[in-house]
Structures are given as C-alpha cells and as structure tokens.
C-alpha cells in the first residue's frame, strides 16, 4: 500500500519540478523578440516564435511578431537563402487574413519604435487594407503610440481605395485632432479615389476650421473640381498661417498658376510655406524666381526653426530643377548664388558648403563664363582666404576653385 501511496506523490513532484525547470531562463517570445527586433534574424525568430505561438497562454503578441518576421525573411531574402520562400510567403499571406484587432494594435505598438523591421511590418499592415485603415484611426482618434503616427498617411495613402471610406467615415470625428483631420483630407486627395467627392461635398463645415475647410476645397480641386482654384489662390494671403500653409501646399497641384503669386509667396515669415512655394516652383518654373529663391538663405528671422533647413533644402531641388533645364532657367544662377555666397549675408556654415558644393556639382560650366563680368575668380579666391572662418566651408570654397581654374 505505501508503494502505491508514494508513485502519486513522486508524479506531482516531478510535475512541479518540470513546471519550474520550464519557467528558468527566456521564453521562446522573449528570444523571438529579441531576435528579431534587436538583431534582424529574421529565421531564428520564427522559430522560437511558433513555438511561442503554441506555449503561450496569450498569442497575440507572438502572432504579431510572426508577421513582422515572415515580412522582414521575405523582404531581405534570407526566406529565399534558407529555402523556405515559398513556405513563408504562404504563411504571411495566412496570417495577415486572419489578423485581428488585438494583433494590429501589437503590430503597431512594436513598430512604433525605430528597426530595421519597420518598413516590412508596417508594409503588412498595407497589405492588409481596410480593417488596419480602420486600427489605425483609432489610434489617431485615442492619441495612443504618436511616435507611429507619422507613418500613418504613407500607409493609408499606399492601401489606395481601401482606406477611402474608413477615413471618410472618421474625418469630422471630434476625437481626432484638427491637425490629424488635415492629415487625413491631404490622404484622400493623395489617394485620388473620385468616389470621395460626393462625401467630402457633404461635410459641414459650418464649425471647421479655415484650414480644414481649405483642404477641402483642394483635395476637391485634385479629384477634378477646378472651381475652388480662386479660394486656394486666396488662402496664401490670408492672415491664419494654418491657411496659407495648406494654400502653399496646393500649389503645385493647380494649373496655370501666376508664377508672380508664387514669387511673392516666398517672402512669407513662415518657413514651411516657403518650403512648399519653392516646391511649387519646380512645377510652375520662372527665372524670375532666381533672387526670391536665393534670398531664403539670407533670411535671420526665426533661425532655429525646424522647418528652416526644409525650406533651404526645397530651394536648392528647385534651382537643381531649373540647371537640368537650362536655358533662360538657368541664365544668370551661377553669378548670382556665387555672389551671394561671398555676400556674408549667408549666416549658416552649413548653407555656405551647400551653395558652394551645387555652384561646383552642377554650374562650373556657367561659372567659368561668369568670371569676367565681376572678376569672380579673384573675389572667391580672396573671401575663401581672408573672411570664411570655418575650415569647412574653406575646404568647400578650395574644392569650388579648383573645379573652376
């Protein structure tokens, strides 16, 4: 009789021995993780996922991170280095049918942070459609994981027609801010889905704002309605800069637009409506632009503004535009930037070495033609040596001579 009493006990203690012996050191979801996020192994993963998948009592996160991994094997090729391409594209397929709520809340979450996963994972959640279109504007209306909401338009605008109607369907929500439902008009216009129309006519916007209206009136213009193209004009000149930012960046979007409306637009105080006039005018280009264009560089006001180096930035793609084309585009540019580059008008040492480095990249042909007319030569060799403090932007001015003798 003991014998027998005492095989029971030695079960139960086996049993709470393996419980403990299985608790010791990282789950499978914790390497799987880790693995994949912190490291890019993508393979070794997937295993420790899967068997995640079966072990723990909550799969949600380790469904969800399957995805991303599958995406990611897939997307880098190691799927294809291990033979199992066909394996893995058959299970993403799978797996982003059957995603659920929960799991695209995790997908979101994980991906919210910077990796090398990003890109595929969020890739899956636009290959998903419509029910991640609606996820995500939950977590636009709750205010939940903002570092994923940049990524938010890329994804819905690339879901295309499938993202229409759930953003429609949440564009006037109160619980999603002013900014975010401007967001979400410029999407449907990006998206260019004519079947919005008939929705975006049937907002009141009664109670919305001047901006908001605004987007409106130009997602409208860009689904085919060109008889708002004089209130999108206005809004440039209007005393809300919220207004004239959504005017500037329509701009490139209208047609026969006066190039002379834009030029004047570029000595707005704001330096994101310069950055998107300046985009404007690589569409509705004009030499008469080249000064307006140049004198961004020159501005002091409100220097530590993010939106500043934007601007410097849209100016030389546009001036980059109207080299390519040549001609009266580029007449003149090479004396002009030239000349304000010793100006000492040009405070950042940064800007300096970027018009010194376009002037030798792209205009040492027109430049040497330029020399003459103000002994250019000898001035840049004579700023370069006694004004330029910045060993950088020497270097930079030494480079640009060079090219030209």
């Keep these: 009789m003991k014998y027998f009493k005492i095989i029971p006990m030695m079960l139960i203690l086996f049993a709470c021995f393996a419980c403990k012996t299985q608790q010791k050191g990282p789950s499978h979801l914790s390497v799987g993780r880790a693995s994949l996020i912190q490291s890019g192994l993508a393979i070794e993963a997937v295993d420790h996922l899967?068997?995640?998948?079966?072990?723990?009592?909550?799969?949600?996160?380790?469904?969800?991170?399957?995805?991303?991994?599958?995406s990611y094997a897939?997307?880098?090729?190691?799927?294809?280095?291990?033979k199992v391409e066909d394996e893995y594209k058959q299970q993403r397929n799978e797996r982003i049918a059957a995603l659920?709520?929960?799991?695209m809340t995790i997908m979101i979450e994980i991906l919210s942070k910077r990796s090398q996963v990003q890109k595929?994972?969020?890739?899956?959640?636009?290959?998903?459609?419509?029910?991640?279109?609606?996820?995500?504007?939950?977590?636009?209306?709750d205010g939940t994981t903002p570092d994923a909401h940049k990524h938010f338009p890329s994804i819905l605008t690339e879901m295309g027609t499938?993202?229409?109607?759930?953003?429609?369907?949440?564009?006037?929500?109160?619980?999603?801010?002013?900014?975010?439902?401007?967001?979400?008009?410029?999407?449907?216009?990006?998206?260019?889905?004519?079947?919005?129309?008939?929705?975006?006519?049937?907002i009141d916007l009664t109670n919305m704002s001047e901006a908001f209206k605004l987007e409106v009136y130009t997602t409208l213009y860009r689904l085919g309605d060109s008889s708002y193209q004089t209130q999108i004009l206005t809004?440039?000149?209007?005393d809300d800069v919220d207004v004239r930012r959504a005017a500037a960046k329509a701009m490139p979007n209208l047609k026969n637009v006066n190039t002379n409306t834009l030029i004047n637009a570029l000595k707005d105080e704001d330096f994101?409506?310069?950055?998107?006039?300046?985009?404007?005018?690589?569409?509705?280009?004009?030499?008469d632009a080249h000064q307006l264009l140049l004198n961004v560089f020159r501005r002091t006001h409100d220097p530590e503004s993010e939106d500043a180096p934007k601007a410097k930035d849209a100016v030389l793609n546009t001036l980059a535009t109207y080299t390519e084309a040549g001609g009266e585009l580029r007449k003149g540019l090479a004396r002009s930037m030239a000349l304000?580059?010793?100006?000492?008008?040009?405070?950042?040492?940064?800007?300096?070495?970027?018009?010194?480095?376009?002037l030798k990249d792209r205009l040492v042909t027109q430049l040497k033609a330029a020399m003459l007319l103000d002994d250019l030569e000898t001035k840049l060799y004579e700023y370069t040596t006694n004004v330029e403090e910045s060993d950088f932007v020497k270097t930079a001015l030494g480079e640009l001579l060079r090219a030209i003798r």
Excluded: C, W
């Excluded at 999407?187 to 129309?197: C, L, P, R």
């Excluded at 304000?340 to 040492?349: A, F, H, M, N, R």
């Design 50 to 70: 899967t068997k995640a998948e079966k072990n723990e009592v909550d799969r949600d996160e380790a469904r969800a991170l399957l995805i991303i991994a599958y």
């Design 340 to 358: 304000l580059l010793i100006s000492q008008e040009v405070k950042s040492d940064k800007d300096r070495i970027n018009l010194a480095n376009f």
């Design 272 to 287: 994101q409506v310069v950055a998107d006039i300046a985009k404007a005018l690589a569409v509705h280009k004009t030499k």
């Design 162 to 202: 499938e993202a229409v109607d759930p953003v429609m369907n949440r564009i006037t929500d109160a619980a999603i801010t002013p900014e975010n439902k401007i967001t979400l008009i410029r999407v449907i216009g990006e998206i260019g889905d004519k079947k919005a129309v008939d929705k975006l006519k049937s």
């Design 235 to 238: 809004g440039l000149k209007s």
């Design 100 to 103: 659920n709520n929960a799991e």
């Design 120 to 141: 595929d994972g969020f890739q899956a959640l636009t290959d998903k459609g419509a029910e991640a279109a609606v996820v995500i504007l939950n977590h636009y209306a």
């Design 74 to 82: 897939l997307s880098t090729e190691a799927a294809k280095a291990q």
